[in-house]
C-alpha cells in the first residue's frame, strides 16, 4: 500500500506565508504527477498546484505569482510554499500523488487534508 502524510497546515493572518509538505512511503517504483487540491467549504475541491516529475508545473490562475509548488523525487515529496496569503485561500488542502508501483501498477492516492485558515 502506499500512504501520503502531509503537514504544514494552520492558521495565518492574511499576507502571511505557509509550506505544505507532503511525503509519500510504501511499495513506490516512481511517482509521475504529484500535487495540492483544495476543497473549501461548500465547493467542489479543485486544482492549486500540480508538478510532474520532470519539473513542469500547472499553477491554478487564482494562486499564480503567490503559490509555488516543488518536488524532490529522491525523497517521494512534494511542497507548497504558499505566500502572499488571501482569507479565500482557506481550504483544506490535500496532497496528490500518481504512483508507479512496484508491480508496475499506476494508482493515485490522496493524503488526508490539512487544513488552512487565513483569517482577514
Known amino acids: 500500500q502506499v500512504q501520503l502524510v502531509e503537514s504544514g497546515g494552520g492558521l495565518v493572518q492574511a499576507g502571511g506565508s505557509l509550506r505544505l509538505s507532503c511525503a509519500a512511503s510504501?511499495?513506490?517504483?516512481?511517482?509521475?504527477?504529484m500535487g495540492w487540491y483544495r476543497q473549501a467549504p461548500g465547493k467542489q475541491r479543485e486544482l492549486a498546484a500540480l508538478i510532474i516529475r520532470g519539473g513542469n508545473t500547472n499553477i491554478a490562475d487564482s494562486v499564480k505569482g503567490r503559490f509555488t509548488i516543488s518536488r524532490d523525487n529522491a525523497k517521494n515529496s512534494v511542497y507548497l510554499q504558499m505566500n502572499s496569503l488571501k482569507p479565500e485561500d482557506t481550504a483544506v488542502y490535500y496532497c496528490y500523488a500518481q504512483v508507479v508501483r512496484t508491480n508496475w501498477s499506476i494508482n493515485d492516492y490522496w493524503g488526508q487534508g490539512t487544513q488552512v485558515t487565513v483569517s482577514s
Open positions: 510504501g511499495r513506490i517504483l516512481r511517482i509521475n504527477n
